[in-house]
């Protein structure tokens, strides 16, 4: 086995051995998807009622933001599961098998990605359930949904790269909880970004949580021509931008993770 494919198979068994784990522990997807679903009802039928979305439904609007704020919450346990086996050993085991440092990395991460696909299954159904519906074509819906896995999949190496940085699952918790929240409600995932104040609305264009979402709405067909437009250009050019945002992080984080990765199991 050469140095290409050594690390995508010690990836694929681990990545068998995470959805074992999830299986027997249903309690970290089931936190994963319970967690969209209650803002889904309180943002769609309590916010709802008050928030107003210019020629379109609010729960249209909102659907495609809770998927962005699912992939978030989902690709949290890729770190919270990685402090958690390096706190018992775990990798200790797995330096003393002939695997490749990055193929732990890759199972985790494919693991994560498999975990986010089911949440947007239950996430797409509850959508539906509320009112949410597509008006795009099947393979832009298709490509909406795709997008939004290259953003779980990217974003799982960066929380990949704090929980190795940090090392403890209390630190990962605390530290995820204070950043996603702010990520996720200073952006155009909730309400219209345009209506927040200057300094807010700025962070809110440039954010990457409002051109994925951007994004998604564009591809589920969930806009509306009665919204003002933001000359942002994340937003004026959401899914090349979303693009360029899977680009970067990847680019920084997967070599920076299987850094912190090698230097925490010879530590």
Avoid: C
């Avoid at 530290?175 to 309400?191: C, D, E, K, Q, R």
């Amino acid at each position: 086995m050469n140095a290409l494919t050594m690390p995508v198979a010690d990836g694929w068994t681990i990545a068998k051995r995470n959805t074992l784990k999830i299986r027997r522990s249903p309690d970290l997807l089931g936190a994963a998807v319970m967690f969209p679903i209650v803002f889904v009802l309180m943002f769609a039928y309590v916010f709802g009622s008050v928030i107003e979305i210019p020629g379109m439904s609010y729960k249209e609007f909102l659907i495609p933001g809770i998927f962005v704020q699912a992939v978030i919450i989902s690709a949290q346990t890729t770190g919270y599961t990685l402090t958690l086996d390096l706190q018992k050993g775990i990798f200790d085991r797995f330096r003393s098998l002939p695997m490749a440092p990055s193929g732990v990395l890759i199972g985790q991460t494919v693991s994560d990605l498999l975990m986010n696909l089911a949440s947007l299954v239950v996430m797409a159904g509850m959508g539906l359930i509320v009112g949410w519906r597509v008006h795009t074509s099947p393979l832009e819906a298709v490509l909406g949904f795709g997008l939004l896995l290259l953003f779980a999949y990217a974003f799982s190496w960066f929380t990949a790269t704090v929980a190795l940085a940090l090392r403890t699952p209390e630190s990962f918790n605390n530290i995820a909880t204070m950043v996603s929240f702010p990520v996720m409600f200073i952006s155009n995932a909730f309400l219209d970004s345009s209506k927040l104040p200057t300094p807010l609305r700025v962070i809110a264009e440039w954010n990457p949580v409002s051109a994925f979402t951007q994004a998604a709405r564009e591809l589920f067909g969930n806009t509306s021509s009665a919204m003002k437009t933001s000359d942002a250009w994340p937003l004026q050019h959401a899914i090349p931008a979303s693009l360029l945002w899977v680009a970067i992080i990847l680019i920084v984080f997967v070599p920076l993770a299987t850094r912190l990765y090698k230097k925490a199991v010879s530590s």
